[in-house]
């Protein structure tokens, strides 16, 4: 044999005798999107908690509406408040750093430098809470089971090729793309199942599924499980009090309260005056309202009940009066547009909201992936050129502005704006109703509301569609039809609320993707079909780095809002809470969320000195 052929066969031997697991590189105890995360692999806690808050206590809070299903993750069906406790992902997401998490069940993960794989070591003492371990088997199955469940999580883990158990106690998933780096982190998020419980039968032989829904608590691994469910009434969870992971550093100081009681009510008003009658002890209000005018009763004089707002460092949802492109009445871009110089947000914010909210104006709010307020420059507009003949040609021209109604004379001037915008797209007004001149078809609107809170929102609005010859009308339905509605998409508008994180990616799939548009129970509720929007989420998702994902996002958020898919609606730049007087709080709370079921505890002397509520 020539010294070539040595080598060569030197070199393949070498190759083969690499495991898998060894060729993806670092391991890694933590995974970032936004940069190096900010604790180490030694690190004993994070620093908003107090880990040595106090366990004990009850916490009951409201929910609107009730459930018919313990089924973690399937989409049909209404699933019960706090399944999530139960069971756990592969690491658990800091409630402090965006896009960043830590191992939980997974001790380490690991992927190769081009992100084809990622794999994940399962920790050896994760338990289910029946004592059996959680396994490789258990993750494959969960995987399978995620993506056959919930078309968002199909869309998700579209490029999930397959996983494999690939060593001692690991895993491995293996992707169908190169390059996409959130899929280790999206893979880490994986709500993992257990396969032995699942494939098995319930008390009566009856051989589980899955894929329907289901009111047999089900088995979990998590810091709670399912005490007592009664639809339409509450459901409440328990401490686990020998929990695999309880000692783990995501785990100290977290997760105090020994249960948590989810009570239903149909309407947010009941809720609001059990609250205050002392039957539930926390609230994050979402009312300007009922901030403004509701808090000014005995219990808050006393200092029983307090009132608190905290400020978050994170960006603000796109929440937005959501036109259905499935409706040919909206097919048309200046309709939508029409629909926007219609609605009246200052009127709102001063009649009904007590000044306390701003306006939104980007898919991606108080964030620098936001569109800037300037024409595009740079790498964003060497993108957005790659969809120049594809998207509105004020993309490149204009900055897109709500209209404002400052004035009398401004509401007017929207609403001829308004007016010429329908007559462009071929709407007259015929008879007092606006009529499309080809084909006759009458402009009525139906407003698919699952909060009454909503009416004296909705109501204004349609007095100024009804000046333009819209006949516009509301309907409110309970939270079980809302829900079968909205999977598959049968309404006209409805309140939509899109959450971004700061490191987007696969999710904007499910939001805006052309897959999405017909796949029932999916997030597009909008139903964009786009070539130029596909390719703009592909080179989101493809980033190479930060500076490439922002500017990617950034000629996302301005194509979005230049096809006026959406009537923008507002944000609270706070976070209102009130609660009864016995909860404690770290100094320090997260910077994502106030953390109030994860990092306050009970305390029992603060407790004491409250009277029974019979007495308030």
Known sequence: MTLLRLAIAAAIAALLAVPASAEEGARH??????????YPADFAHFNWVNPDAPKGGLVRIADIGSFDSLNPVLYRGEAAAGLGFVNEGLMADSLDESSTSYGLIAEWASYPDDYSSVTFKLRDEARWHDGKPITPEDVIYSLEVNKAANPRLGLYYKNVQRAE??????????FDVKNNRELPMIMGQLTVLPKHYWTGTDAKGVKRDPLKTTLEPPLGSGPYRIKQATPGRSISYERVKDYWGKDLPVNKGVWNFDEIR???????????????????????????KNWATAYDFPAVRDGFVKLQEVELDRSQPMQSFVFNLRRPQFQDRRVRQAFNHAFDFEWA????????????????????LAAPKALPEGRELEFLNEVKDQVPEEVFTEVHQNPTNNSPDDVRNNLRKAVALLKDAGWEVKDGVLTNTQTGQRMEVEFLLVSPTFERIVQPYLRNLERLGIKGTMRVVDSAQYTRRINVFDYDVVVGNFPQSDSPGNEQRDFWGSDAADREGSMNLIGIKDPAIDKLIDRVIFAKDREELVAATQALDRVLLWNDYVVPQWYSPTVRLAYWARYGQPQTLPGLTPGFLQVWWYDQKMAERLPAPSKL
């Open 29 to 38: 105890h933590a995974l970032s999107l936004i940069g190096e995360p900010k």
């Open 165 to 174: 158990a690939t060593g001692d106690n690991e895993v491995t998933f293996f």
């Open 262 to 288: 989810f009570d239903y009510y149909r309407d947010d008003t009941v809720a609001l005056e059990s609250f205050k009658a002392g039957n539930l002890d926390y609230r994050q209000e979402t009312s300007a």
């Open 349 to 368: 914010n001063k009649n009904l909201f007590y000044g306390q909210y701003a306006r939104v104006g980007s898919y991606f709010q108080g964030s620098e």
